[in-house]
Antibody, heavy 120, light 109 residues
Framework: EEQLVESGGGLVQPGGSLRLSCVAS????????MHWVRQVPGKGLEWVSG????????GYRDSVKGRFTISRDNAQRSLHLQMNSLRGEDTALYYC??????????????WGQGTMVTVS | QSVLTQPPSASGTPGQRVTISCSGS????????VYWYQQVPGAAPKLLIY???QRPSGVPDRFSGSKSGTSMSLAISGLRSEDEADYYC??????????FGGGTQLTVL
């Protein structure tokens, strides 16, 4: 069974940093692009960042550019999101998401359960 | 405010056919594939439709997607109580980011 398990969320003060991690199992991690998608509880979905299978291509939403960095370690089957200069509007449940393909430009076909980030 | 526009709510009775619409622009829906996600309360989203009209394995054929110009729609036929959920439309845009609709809460009466 394809599975994604996130960790690293928590409470942080404005201006602080957090590093989210996601460990994958049940599929060939290094064959697929990966993403982070966030959701404020009770609100809609918002794409945050994506990375290709070989890390050559990365993308970010405008509001996190220069503050967040996505990375992956294919040997460890893990995805990371380094979040710096955090703001109140970054408060959300962060989902680790698998892409349907090798480049970050297709469907989100496997989702983790999310890790909550609270900036306050 | 979401880039893609969906109605905030929809409803239907068991067995009925319900359609949820989503509108965007030429830079997202108009030129790229579109997707639909279902989110049951308390759970993570689930892929329902990809590349405009394709269903992942395991998704019943009661669910169908279509796209026309800068709009897309999700149709659910033979509505069932377990279809009660939030539905989100999504599309890649020309700036290589994903945009979502604000979500439609479907109630089965």
């Amino acid at each position: 069974e394809e599975q994604l398990v996130e960790s690293g969320g928590g409470l942080v003060q404005p201006g602080g940093s957090l590093r989210l991690s996601c460990v994958a199992s049940g599929f060939s991690f290094d064959d697929y692009a990966m993403h982070w998608v966030r959701q404020v509880p009770g609100k809609g979905l918002e794409w945050v960042s994506g990375i290709s299978r070989n890390s050559n291509s990365k993308g970010y939403r405008d509001s996190v550019k220069g503050r967040f960095t996505i990375s992956r370690d294919n040997a460890q089957r893990s995805l990371h999101l380094q979040m710096n200069s955090l703001r109140g509007e970054d408060t959300a449940l962060y989902y680790c998401v698998k892409d349907y393909g090798a480049t970050p430009d297709d469907a989100f076909d496997v989702w983790g359960q999310g890790t909550m980030v609270t900036v306050s | 405010q979401s880039v893609l526009t969906q109605p905030p709510s929809a409803s239907g009775t068991p067995g009925q056919r319900v359609t949820i619409s989503c509108s965007g622009s030429s830079s997202n829906i108009g030129r790229n594939y579109v997707y639909w996600y279902q989110q049951v309360p308390g759970a993570a989203p689930k892929l329902l439709i990809y590349k405009n009209s394709q269903r992942p394995s395991g998704v019943p054929d009661r669910f169908s997607g279509s796209k026309s110009g800068t709009s897309m729609s999700l149709a659910i036929s033979g509505l069932r109580s377990e279809d009660e959920a939030d539905y989100y439309c999504a599309a890649w845009d020309d700036r290589l980011s994903v945009v979502f609709g604000g979500g439609t809460q479907l109630t089965v009466l």
